[in-house]
C-alpha cells in the first residue's frame, strides 16, 4: 500500500518562498500511469487541486497559481517537492500531497493521501 508523508517548515513569512517535500513509501514515484498532486485546503474553504508531478516527470499546474507554484521530484529519494513563491497570509492552509492512479490521463479520483500539513503564512 501507497504511503505518503509530507514534510516542512509550518511558518512562513509573507513574500517568502513555501517547500513542501512528499515522500513516499510503499511505491515508485516513476511507476507508469501514476500522478502525484499537491492539494490544499484553506481555513474554512474547500479542496484546491494546485498541480502534479507524473511518473514521466512531466508537470501539471492548477492556471490560477502556476505563476508561482513549481513541482519536482527526486527519484532516488523517492521524493515530490512544491515551490510556492511571493505566498500570502492566503495561502495559509492544509497541504496535502496525494496519489492517483489514471491509464487516461490526470484526473481527481485519489487513491492515497498524505495526512496533511499545516502553513500559516505571517510575520
Known amino acids: 500500500q501507497v504511503q505518503l508523508q509530507e514534510s516542512g517548515p509550518g511558518l512562513v513569512k509573507p513574500s517568502q518562498t513555501l517547500s513542501l517535500t512528499c515522500t513516499v513509501s510503499g511505491g515508485s514515484i516513476t511507476t507508469d500511469y501514476y500522478y502525484w498532486s499537491w492539494i490544499r485546503q484553506p481555513p474554512g474553504k474547500g479542496l484546491e487541486w494546485m498541480g502534479a508531478?507524473?511518473?514521466?516527470?512531466?508537470?501539471y499546474y492548477s492556471p490560477s497559481l502556476k505563476s508561482r507554484t513549481s513541482i519536482s521530484r527526486d527519484t532516488s529519494k523517492n521524493q515530490f517537492t512544491l515551490q510556492l513563491s511571493y505566498v500570502t497570509p492566503e495561502d495559509t492552509a492544509v497541504y496535502y500531497c496525494a496519489s492517483e492512479e489514471n491509464h487516461y490521463g490526470l484526473g481527481s479520483e485519489y487513491d492515497y493521501w498524505g495526512q496533511g500539513t499545516q502553513v500559516t503564512v505571517s510575520s
Open positions: 508531478i507524473d511518473y514521466s516527470g512531466s508537470t
